[in-house]
Each structure stands twice: as C-alpha cells, then as structure tokens.
C-alpha cells in the first residue's frame, strides 16, 4: 500500500511509458507532415472530444469498480483482525474460567491455549500467502506442532486445513474438560466469521473485474490518442503555433493514460504489490496482538512503512 504523498515522476511514467511513447511518435509525425503540406486530412476536434468523453466513462467505471474490490479486501482483511482478536480472547478466558472445576490441569490448559492461538496466528499467515500465491509455507513452522505442518504441506488450501484442525482441537478440548457448556458455539462463530472472510477475499483473488472494460479502454486509449493531434492540429495552425500539437497531445495523453493506470494497478488486491492491501502488515499486527494476551513479551518487530509503502 502507498502511503507517501508525493510519487517520483520517473516511476510515475514508467507505468505508462507504452502510451506516452505512441503519443510522442504520432503527435511528432502529424507536426512533421503539416508542416512539410503532406497530412493528408486534418479531424474536426468533435472526433476526438467525442471519443474522450466516452473513453472518460469507461475509465471512471473501471476506476470505482477497482477501488470497490480493493475497499472490499480491505474491510474484509478489517474483520479478520477483529475476529481474530476475539477468538483468542475466547479461548483465553474460556479457558481460564473452569480452573474451579476438579478435572482442571493449568498446564493442560495452558498448553490448549498456546496452540490455539498459534493455530490461529498460522491461519493468517497462511491466508496471506495463500492470497499471494507464494510458497514461503516455513514461515508457518514455528506455529504449528511437527506432524501437523507435515501434513499442512500436503494438503491445496492451506488456510482451509488449519481450521479443520482448530477446530477438532476444539471438540477435543470440550471432550477432555478444558472447555464446557457452550463454548464452542462462540468459538464456532468466530470460525464461521473467519471463514467468510477467507471466502470473501478468494472471490476477489478469483473473480477478475470483467475484461470487457479492461480491453476497451485500452482500445478506446489508443486510439484517442492517435486521433488527438489530428484534430488538434488544424486550431492549432490558424494561431500559428503548430509545433504546440506535440506538447499538449502528450499532457492530455498523460492525463487520460495514468488516470486508467491507476485503475488498472488496484483492481487485484492481493498480488503482492506496491498497491496491495498491506497483508504482511496486518498479519504483524495480529500476530503482536494474539502473542501479547498470552502474556508473551518478546513480540516480533512491529512492520512499518518503508520508503513510502507498506507491505
């Protein structure tokens, strides 16, 4: 995620170097033919005011169906924090609240809680590589006991898998006293929650924003900005200023290709890039969180903001 206020203009122009290269080329072209008396015709500047109106309700369709799926992932990735700060809290003072009963051991229940919410802190992890499509799955080694990772590696949704073992360890917990009455019903809420959550952001990561919009409005780009200098060409000349076609073609083929980039770069949250919802941030913040209400007080770095952006 970007969290800078002020972008460098070389990166910025990287992103649509391809566009602000055909402009150079065709507006250069068109200034050259004019002024040799070779262009073969000059546009009314109707055409290419037309063609840039319609190109401007493409771009502003895709732009807030973009930041709509990226808003999304971000409310979603919200209530995973939330959740899971509270399932931990869950297991925690459940746990902690039949230490009256004959059958509690504290270093049986102490033991349940720390997978718990181990489990529950490689659960995220998990998602956001999961989300990512990355393969750094040792990151997930130290949360989970040797057998259960072994067969985590196995398994196609990895997120998915930990759950089931979160809650088998759940029942096993009602099972032995270390939990009682109903407790799993809260604590199966909260997995429902994350559940919905997971589901919610694979709908995103599946499901691309429709390719129609993204085809056509590059088709409709390219071919304002080919269009642009032929109709601005003729105004300009009657002012005498022919050589002008060349500069402000290519600021409006600016203005036009990166307000479409900025689209185009925010439509896939999870792909670990500069404009991604920052899931190895949020992760950190609830792996802190989870690690702090078990009384731990070595707790990992806190991720901040580097160079301008936030991972």
Not at 37 to 47: A, D, E, H, V
Not at 139 to 165: R, V
Not at 186 to 209: H, V
Request: charged content about 20%; aromatic content about 12%.
């Amino acid at each position: 995620m970007i969290v800078k206020r002020n972008f460098n203009p070389l990166k910025v122009i990287s992103y649509v170097w391809l566009e602000m290269s055909v402009s150079i080329v065709i507006s250069l072209l068109v200034y050259s033919l004019h002024s040799q008396g070779l262009l073969p015709m000059m546009l009314p500047f109707s055409i290419p005011a037309i063609l840039g109106s319609a190109l401007a309700i493409f771009i502003a369709f895709r732009n807030n169906s973009a930041y709509g799926r990226w808003w999304e992932a971000r409310t979603l990735w919200g209530g995973i924090v939330n959740s899971s700060r509270v399932l931990a809290r869950l297991i925690i003072t459940f746990s902690d609240s039949h230490s009256h009963q004959e059958q509690y051991e504290e270093g049986r229940s102490k033991q349940f809680k720390n997978e718990m919410v181990y489990l529950l802190i490689a659960w995220v992890h998990a998602l956001r590589i999961h989300l990512r499509t990355q393969e750094s799955w040792g990151d997930l080694q130290q949360f989970l006991p040797e057998g259960a990772f072994k067969d985590l590696l196995k398994t196609q949704n990895k997120p998915n898998y930990i759950q089931l073992l979160t809650g088998r360890k759940i029942y096993e917990a009602m099972a032995n006293g270390i939990l009682g009455g109903f407790d799993s019903f809260q604590m199966e809420g909260q997995l429902l929650a994350l559940t919905n959550y997971q589901g919610g952001c694979e709908r995103i990561k599946n499901t691309p924003l429709l390719r129609q919009y993204d085809y056509f409005t590059r088709v409709f780009l390219h071919t304002f900005i080919i269009l642009l200098p032929l109709g601005l060409i003729g105004d300009f000349s009657k002012m005498g200023l022919d050589f002008l076609v060349v500069p402000v073609t290519v600021i409006i083929a600016f203005v036009f290709a990166i307000i479409g980039k900025v689209g185009e770069v925010n439509e896939d949250p999870f792909e670990n890039k500069i404009t991604d919802v920052p899931l190895a941030a949020l992760c950190n913040t609830i792996e802190r969180d989870l690690r702090e209400m078990l009384g731990e007080t070595q707790l990992p770095e806190k991720l901040s903001a580097k160079n301008g952006y936030l991972f």
